[in-house]
Structure formats: structure tokens, C-alpha cells
């Protein structure tokens, strides 16, 4: 079962603008991760959040998490042609022996040049 | 430094058969997890393997089995194949200390079964 969910499903922009995503899961976390993939490729590992901190930024990229909502947002900065793809949070849930990243259904993100 | 490598790219299958995926782990890294994701999800968790032993199933049935060699390399079995296996399937690997935010995906096996 997913775990989380994107919003929105799709975003398309402007070379230049900022893109937002956001991700909403349900169940206390450990960390929280975000992915690119593109044309159904394999998956790429952008940034991780850990439950306890609140804001990282990693060049172009800036994510939030707010454990009170259970939720997180992806900001892309000065988005390009090649930031096109489809984005997927995934958590990493805490206790127990579960080993296995959670995915939400992912945001498509459409950079028109 | 090779990253995650899986077999074969693609494959076509029909209905009843079995299926064998392919992956090797990046170098150094002893743990492996597969995802199913299908045309339009996120992935989802098949289960992962340590040292030859499936640590977690995510909720599957039984027609998905796995494997991981002395190399680390691991395969996915897939029996009496449905339409609906029909997905892009995922290996990912990891040093087993860090597999909870370290994880290197491979570029996946497209199956498509008729």
C-alpha cells in the first residue's frame, strides 16, 4: 500500500519558475526522502530529511517536513528543461524490523523551455 | 564504479509462464530490495535480502520468490505470471547499516505479460 501522497499529480511550469511539490504520509517516520525519475527509469536519490529537522536545502532544492501534519514539500529553484520528471516521496518508518522505503504516487513535473 | 545493474532491459511474457529478473548490487553493498511499480504509482516494496536470507516481504503472494547469491547479486521469481504483473520492476542496494537512507536504484525490468 502507498504510503504517502503527492500533491499535485501533475505540474507543468516555465523554465525559471519555482516548482512546489508536496507529500502527505500517515504512519511516524524516521526519515523522509525524495526521488526523481524520468520516462519510467530507475529512480534517483535527491534528498533526505530526517524526522527530527525541519528544513534542508541542497542546491536548487529545498524540502520542509512538519511531523505535527505529517507532511513534507520539495521546492525546485530556478527550474530547467531537465528537471522535467516524475517525483516520488518515500519514508523510511521507525521501529520494528521493517527495512523497506514507503512511495507515494509521485508528482510529474513538466518544465516547458 | 558500477552502480546497480539489472537484466534484462525489457521482456515479454505471456500469462501461466515464470519470469527470472536479474540485478548485481554497487560494489561493496550486501543488501538488496525489490520494487514492483506499475504504470502510473510509486513503487512498491517486494522484500529485501541479507546475506542470503529474505529480511522483509512487503504484500505479495507466494508467486514472488527471491534469491541472493555468496556475491550478493539476487534474483526475482516470478511464477504463474498475471496481466497485472505486468510493471516495471526495481532492485536497489545498500550497505545494511545504511539501507535506511542510502539506497541505489537500478535502472529496472520492464515486463509486459499478454
Known amino acids: 500500500s502507498q504510503q504517502g501522497e503527492e500533491d499535485p499529480q501533475a505540474l507543468s511550469i516555465q523554465e525559471g519558475e519555482n516548482a512546489t511539490m508536496n507529500c502527505s504520509y500517515k504512519?511516524?517516520?524516521?526519515?523522509l526522502q525524495w526521488y526523481r525519475q524520468n520516462s519510467g527509469r530507475g529512480l534517483v536519490h535527491l534528498i533526505l530529511i530526517r524526522s527530527n529537522e525541519r528544513e534542508k536545502h541542497s542546491g536548487r532544492l529545498r524540502v520542509t517536513l512538519d511531523t505535527s501534519k505529517k507532511s513534507s514539500s520539495l521546492l525546485i529553484t530556478a527550474s530547467r528543461a531537465a528537471d522535467t520528471a516524475s517525483y516520488f516521496c518515500a519514508t523510511y518508518n521507525s521501529g520494528g524490523s521493517n527495512y523497506k522505503l514507503t512511495f507515494g504516487k509521485g508528482t510529474l513535473l513538466t518544465v516547458n523551455p | 564504479d558500477a552502480g546497480v545493474t539489472q537484466s534484462p532491459t525489457h521482456l515479454i511474457k505471456t500469462r501461466g509462464q515464470q519470469v527470472t529478473l536479474r540485478c548485481s548490487p554497487k560494489?561493496?553493498?550486501?543488501?538488496v530490495s525489490w520494487y514492483q511499480q506499475a504504470l502510473g504509482q510509486g513503487p512498491q516494496f517486494i522484500f529485501q535480502?541479507?546475506?542470503?536470507?529474505?529480511?522483509q516481504r512487503g504484500n505479495f503472494p507466494d508467486r514472488f520468490s527471491g534469491h541472493q547469491f555468496p556475491n550478493y547479486s539476487s534474483e526475482l521469481n516470478v511464477n504463474a505470471l498475471l496481466l497485472g504483473d505486468s510493471a516495471l520492476y526495481l532492485c536497489a542496494s545498500s550497505l545494511l547499516d545504511r539501507s535506511s537512507y542510502e539506497q541505489y536504484f537500478g535502472p529496472g525490468t520492464r515486463l509486459t505479460v499478454t
Open positions: 504512519t511516524s517516520i524516521n526519515n
Open positions: 535480502y541479507y546475506e542470503e536470507e529474505e529480511r
Open positions: 560494489s561493496g553493498h550486501d543488501t
